[in-house]
């Protein structure tokens, strides 16, 4: 790959790790960017060609590529997802680095992202990138954080008859089911869509039993493939999404509206799936 010499982008990072931040500047042609002491020393480096930077660390001698910021037309950083894991995967052997307000700038210094990324190791010793923070065991409200992450980039928030199910009753998008049983849980008071709604985005008359219908499907089938293991609610999420898709509701309209509710179940502080629903205890 060749790299272009001139700078066409400023691009930085502002690590913050154990309370202390240091300003770190971006460079090119993998240069040595900074190091970052944790239990293990990291070198952060970056490479350009074109419109888009890569970054890669050092660790142990060894090079990893970990992802690619491209600007897009509005001057935003997409992480391309290479080398990127799942928050809450069962490969994750240990966390090397946790990287905060990783920022983009374009030439004329405006701020165009502001994340949180964490580096770590896998069972098998690769590096990977988690888009947010680690899940550690219990800690719900992060996983739901890194869901919803993953997940906005891809909606629609198409939020008419919206809102409550005590004011406008008609679906959850996260089934009430799955948490039935968590103190913190009320139905009453979770996010939902008027089944008016539901018929006006897939352009089909009472369009609120199919989805159902569809739901206990996907479960059953997960359930099916994945005997002895709980269910996630990343997994959950994924699920809830297609059974929208499946019978009609755009993808991105659908994903919004799950969105919302995961927003909903960290807001009233939810801290475990309790059941799979159709399908038992989780």
């Known amino acids: 790959m060749k790299f272009i010499t001139s700078l066409l982008f400023l691009f930085s990072f502002l690590l913050v790790f154990g309370g202390k931040p240091v300003a770190v500047a971006g460079g090119i042609k993998g240069e040595k960017v900074e190091n970052w002491k944790g239990s293990n020393s990291i070198n952060l480096l970056l490479e350009?060609?074109?419109?888009?930077?890569?970054?890669?660390?050092?660790?142990?001698?060894?090079?990893?590529?970990?992802?690619?910021?491209?600007?897009?037309?509005?001057?935003?950083?997409?992480?391309?997802n290479f080398n990127f894991i799942d928050a809450n995967s069962a490969e994750i052997s240990e966390v090397l680095q946790v990287v905060e307000q990783a920022n983009f700038r374009k030439a004329n210094n405006t701020v165009a992202y502001n994340k949180k990324f964490t580096i770590v190791k896998t069972n098998t010793g690769l590096i990977r990138v988690v888009d947010g923070g680690v899940s550690g065991a219990g800690d719900f409200a992060n996983q739901i954080d890194n869901t919803i992450t993953r997940l906005t980039g891809n909606a629609n928030f198409s939020l008419n008859g919206t809102g409550k199910y005590k004011t406008v009753a008609g679906h959850h998008p996260m089934a009430k089911k799955a948490f039935e049983g968590d103190l913190a849980y009320d139905y009453k008071e979770a996010f939902s869509v008027s089944t008016s709604e539901l018929?006006?985005?897939?352009?089909?008359?009472?369009?609120?039993?199919?989805?159902?219908?569809?739901?206990?499907?996907?479960?059953?089938?997960?359930?099916?493939a994945n005997p002895s293991k709980k269910l996630t609610i990343d997994e959950m999420a994924d699920i809830e999404i297609q059974a929208m898709v499946n019978v009609g509701i755009p993808q991105d309209i659908a994903t919004g509206w799950v969105v919302k509710s995961l927003e909903d179940l960290r807001l009233q502080g939810v801290t475990e799936i309790k059941n799979i629903p159709w399908n038992g205890t989780n």
Do not use: C, E, F
Request: proline content about 3%; overall charge neutral; aromatic content about 6%.
């Open 48 to 80: 350009q060609t074109g419109n888009q930077n890569l970054v890669k660390i050092v660790n142990n001698g060894t090079t990893h590529n970990l992802a690619y910021l491209d600007p897009d037309m509005n001057g935003k950083a997409i992480y391309s």
């Open 199 to 224: 018929d006006n985005a897939a352009g089909i008359a009472n369009i609120h039993p199919s989805i159902t219908g569809q739901q206990n499907s996907l479960y059953t089938a997960w359930r099916n």
